[in-house]
């Protein structure tokens, strides 16, 4: 069987569509919440992990969120006992690679809340990658306790 030129140009077609919608898809951002706080606490911290579906490098150099007047990727290290919040100015994520942001460790710090947020809501963000890509999805406000995996798991050991 001969193909012919049209079907041809239809297959071609099809694979440039479906490498076009691979790469919209290569990041992907998984069970991203965010934990409730009293009204007065304006900073807050969002979690969730970042998953990158592709087969080259990607990073993350920041978030916004039109509810926050800033964002900043933070991870928690411990020294001399101490916790400590150090800010990260990017993220890498290998091919194919993932990264959690949870309890303890890394996380989005929410600065500068600028309306009340309350357990149940769906709060817009959006990551920035390095490559001026930008990825929006929702978070979901909800209590660090019905996390099921996360720091409250370390009272079990
Ligand atoms: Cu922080």
């Known amino acids: 069987m001969k193909l012919s030129a049209t079907m041809l140009a239809?297959?071609?077609c099809v694979m440039l569509s479906q490498q076009l919608w691979a790469d919209e898809g290569a990041l992907e951002v998984k069970d991203p919440w965010i934990r409730a706080a009293p009204p007065v606490v304006k900073v807050l911290a969002a979690y969730m992990t970042i998953e990158n579906n592709s087969d080259k490098g990607l990073s993350v150099v920041g978030a916004e969120s039109p509810?926050?007047?800033?964002i900043e990727i933070h991870n928690t290290v411990i020294e001399e006992g101490l916790a400590r919040m150090l800010r990260q100015h990017r993220i890498d994520l290998a091919p194919r690679g993932s990264?959690?942001?949870s309890p303890g460790?890394?996380?989005f710090m929410l600065l500068g809340r600028k309306e009340s947020i309350e357990k149940g809501d769906?709060?817009?963000m959006?990551?920035?990658?390095?490559?001026?890509d930008r990825l929006p999805f929702e978070a979901l406000v909800r209590s660090g306790m019905e996390m099921p995996q996360g720091e409250m798991d370390h009272s079990h050991h």
């Open 126 to 132: 959006t990551l920035i990658l390095g490559n001026g």
């Open 99 to 101: 990264i959690a942001f």
């Open 105 to 107: 460790g890394y996380h």
């Open 10 to 12: 239809g297959f071609l």
């Open 67 to 70: 509810l926050f007047e800033r």
């Open 122 to 124: 769906r709060v817009e």
